[in-house]
C-alpha cells in the first residue's frame, strides 16, 4: 500500500502543477488503483489474487513498472535550470 499511496501522491502532484505529461499522471492513477488492489492479495489463499500469485504481480508490478520506467525518461529529459 505504500508504494501506491506514493505513486498517487506523485501523479497528482505532478497534475497540479503541470510537470508531468496528462497521460504520465493517468497511468500513474491506474498503478495507483491496481496496486491498491493487489495488495487485497495478503487475505486470498488461492485463486487469481493469491499473494505470490500471478493476479497480484500482474495488477501490483507491471503498471507500477511502466509508471516508474516513464517517470524516469521524463525527469531525465527534463530542461536544467540555468547555470552560473
Known sequence: MPIAILVF????????????????????YLAFASSAVASLSVFFTSGF???GGIGAAVL?????????????????????????
Open 9 to 28: 501522491a506523485a501523479s497528482q502532484s505532478g497534475r497540479r502543477h503541470a510537470s508531468l505529461p496528462l497521460g504520465l499522471v493517468y497511468l500513474g
Open 49 to 51: 489474487l493469491a499473494l
Open 60 to 84: 501490483g508490478i507491471i503498471p507500477f513498472a511502466a509508471w516508474t520506467v516513464w517517470v524516469s525518461i521524463v525527469m531525465i529529459r527534463a530542461p536544467r535550470g540555468r547555470e552560473s
